[in-house]
């Protein structure tokens, strides 16, 4: 069973970048899709991204186009996501989250770190 | 890209069958996912594709879909499955993208 763990809450001023890391155990880290998931308090799940640690490419959703970076370290078995020009609405939980098919084709998450709060606020 | 609808509360009584349901477009191409969520903890897979549950999850939790329409039931609710629940699908844009729905907030009566 994979298992996600996540760095640490931050606390970040306005026009910030924060970075938060998510180490995988168990598993084969460099084959499966680690994507990034936030949820703002009191609010539902968005989608910002994720990457495949062997091919190296990730994918963004277009709305944190340009702002986003997620990186994956096969050495250490640890992904990233960096988020630039914070704003007060970024404010939220972020969840790192093995994507996971059963045919190749279906997308779902089968494994969830335990989020890191980021608090925007000056 | 593409959106998945949900009601955002529904209620059960107690020991009372409830259906959960999510819409959208992608559901056209692509089977839906159902996650558990509870305050203060990391959504949860309970259900996905056209009949699959994973290991350690209740059978009384099953899926359906027909049309652009996919539907989690929870037959003979339990107090413990008060939760928030959320729907995801791929994203019909082709990038490996995904969508989720807007959560359903089950409370049991």
């Known amino acids: 069973q994979v298992q996600l763990v996540q760095s640490g809450a931050e606390v970040k001023k306005p026009g910030s970048s924060v970075k938060v890391s998510c180490k995988a155990s168990g598993g084969t880290f460099s084959t499966y899709p680690i994507s990034w998931v936030r949820q703002a308090p009191g609010q539902g799940l968005e989608f910002m991204g994720g990457?495949?640690?062997?091919?190296?490419?990730?994918k963004y959703a277009q709305k944190f186009q340009g702002r986003v970076t997620i990186t994956a370290d096969e050495s250490t078995s640890t992904a990233y996501m960096e988020l630039r020009g914070l704003r007060s609405d970024d404010t939220a939980l972020y969840y790192c989250a093995r994507r996971w098919s059963a045919n190749g084709y279906d997308y779902y998450f089968d494994s969830w770190g335990q989020g890191t709060l980021v608090t925007v606020s000056s | 890209s593409s959106e998945l609808t949900q009601d955002p509360a529904v209620s059960v009584a107690l020991g009372q069958t409830v259906r959960i349901t999510c819409q959208g477009d992608s559901l056209r191409s692509y089977y839906a996912g159902w996650y558990q969520q509870k305050p203060g903890q990391a959504p949860v897979l309970v259900f996905y594709g056209r009949d699959n549950r994973p290991s350690g999850i209740p059978d009384r939790f099953s899926g359906s879909s027909s049309g652009n329409t996919a539907s989690l039931t929870i037959t003979g609710a339990q107090a413990e499955d008060e939760a928030d629940y959320y729907c995801n699908s791929r994203d019909i844009t082709g990038n490996h993208h995904v969508v989720f729905g807007g959560g359903t907030k089950l409370t049991v009566l």
């Open positions: 990457i495949i640690p062997i091919s190296d490419t990730p």
